[in-house]
């Protein structure tokens, strides 16, 4: 079964393309795939580029043209929910568009003709998501926490702590209270919905979506997130060859 580990910046990407076996390079719609091995799994490595549409023709292509029969997320985002601090990763349980809003023909938040407002991601790869999350970390001999719950995509850099508090205000009241926010993972799990394949997301808390969000963020990113999300991951896919080989 081949999986697709999808990864939101470049500096995340860099470290599993070097431990990939028997690299193949593949450039279609415009992006470059990587297929190959990693711990004897068959996966494919792809950027999601920025952006919802962006990332929901990165994961048709790796569907339809690529193989992937599931698909794994790594990336950063804001944190939005109180005690979601810097540092800290999220773990999907679903994810959710804030920026949707077909009202007054769709109840706010809703995504017109899916009648639903979320998309669940699958509950055993989240789980094993999770705790390979929690084993990366420990050998990284970091004090993060590991949380596990709602994130909200859309196409904004959420920047401002008014704006923040806002968003985290409208969708709590809306009985969709999230822990993060970011701008893709909520279009890969609406993909992967249609097509019926498994998915799972982890984030690394970046910033607090406040006033300081831009500060640091590409170091941010290069020297915690990338780190956390080679070592989340590496944890990940020796996971899910345990399991092969435990029912093989
Ligand atoms: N500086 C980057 C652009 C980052 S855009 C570059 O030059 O490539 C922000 C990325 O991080 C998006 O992929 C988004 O999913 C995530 N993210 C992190 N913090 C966020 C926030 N506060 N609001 C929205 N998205 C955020």
């Not at 929901?56 to 029969?69: D, F, K, R």
């Amino acid at each position: 079964m081949t999986t697709a580990i999808l990864s939101a910046l470049a500096e995340e990407q860099q470290g599993l393309i070097e431990r990939l076996h028997q690299p193949r390079r593949v450039d279609r719609a415009g992006r470059v795939f990587w297929s190959g091995e990693l711990h004897g799994a068959p996966v494919v490595l792809a950027l999601s580029r920025i952006g919802k549409v962006a990332a929901a023709t990165t994961a048709t292509t790796l569907i339809e043209a690529l193989g992937a029969q599931r698909i794994v997320f790594t990336g950063v985002a804001g944190g939005l929910a109180p005690g979601v601090q810097v540092g800290d990763v999220v773990v999907a349980q679903a994810f959710v568009q804030h920026d949707m809003d077909a009202s007054p023909l769709f109840p706010r938040y809703q995504i017109p003709l899916y009648d639903r407002e979320r998309f669940a991601c699958d509950a055993a790869l989240a789980g094993a998501l999770l705790h390979a999350s929690r084993a990366g970390l420990a050998q990284l001999a970091l004090p993060a926490s590991v949380h596990h719950g709602l994130i909200a995509s859309g196409d904004r850099f959420v920047s401002a702590a008014d704006e923040a508090r806002a968003l985290h205000t409208a969708l709590s009241d809306a009985g969709h209270p999230p822990l993060a926010v970011e701008m893709e993972g909520a279009a890969v799990a609406q993909v992967c919905h249609d097509y019926g394949i498994p998915f799972a997301a982890m984030r690394t808390i970046s910033d607090r979506a406040d006033d300081t969000a831009h500060v640091d963020f590409p170091k941010f990113v290069r020297e915690v997130a990338s780190r956390y999300a080679l070592a989340i991951i590496d944890a990940f896919v020796r996971e899910l060859n345990n399991s092969r080989d435990r029912r093989a």
